[in-house]
T-cell receptor
């Protein structure tokens, strides 16, 4: 069983819509969760991290964590063409400092 | 400049040659990592380091060697390059929130 599963995509959304990305993880004791954005040909960039159950908002991005169900999601509101990228979720397993990464979901925002 | 830098950005080498990819960070972060990223495989961990002189194998270490004599440097050496090592290589360091900051990457082509 993979440690991190992301919705495979690609995900295509119209400009101005909400893009919803989901990620499930296997380690129930995990404490830290991250979302990275990776533009084509570039390195991953940390855009959100969340530690507690519930929602965390940063501008147009909202991360949602549900530890009981072992999933974390990322909502991108008012999607813009500049949001077109691959989004990677990651978590830190209990008793480890290395992050486990999902394979990524590619988002295309069409004008 | 503060941050994490990788060099070279691009490298073409011949099969059988030794190649060293450089990684330098200015934050004095303890933890550093080397990943390779290939289409269809996502990020795969090659080696990681918890501190100077402490290194350990990741998921795909064969054919690679690392050293870490100073906290700020974490070079990755391909002892005898093979075509299967053609990839994009990312170095990362881990901050206090456990999130990684990635370098810009090295695109390596082995011919």
């Amino acid at each position: 069983q993979k440690e991190v599963e992301q919705n495979s995509g690609p995900l295509s959304v119209p400009e101005g819509a909400i893009a919803s990305l989901n990620c499930t993880y296997s380690d129930r004791g995990s404490q830290s969760f991250f979302w990275y954005r990776q533009y084509s040909g570039k390195s991953p960039e940390l855009i959100m991290f969340i530690y507690s159950n519930g929602d965390k908002e940063d501008g147009r991005f909202t991360a949602q964590l549900n530890k009981a169900s072992q999933y974390v999601s990322l909502l991108i509101r008012d999607s813009q063409p500049s949001d077109s990228a691959t989004y990677l979720c990651a978590f830190r397993p209990l008793n480890d400092y290395k992050l486990s990464f999902g394979a990524g979901t590619t988002v295309t925002v069409r004008a | 400049d503060a941050g994490i830098t990788q060099s070279p950005r691009y490298k073409i080498t011949e099969t059988g040659r030794q190649v060293t990819l450089m990684c330098h960070q200015t934050w004095s972060h303890s933890y550093m990592f080397w990943y390779r990223q290939d289409l269809g495989h996502g990020l795969r961990l090659i080696y990681y380091s918890a501190a100077a002189d402490i290194t350990d194998k990741g998921e795909v270490p064969d054919g690679y060697v690392v050293s870490r004599s100073k906290t700020e440097n974490f070079p990755l050496t391909l002892e005898s390059a093979t075509r299967s090592q053609t990839s994009v290589y990312f170095c990362a360091s881990q901050g206090l929130n456990y999130g990684y900051t990635f370098g810009s990457g090295t695109r390596l082509t082995v011919v």
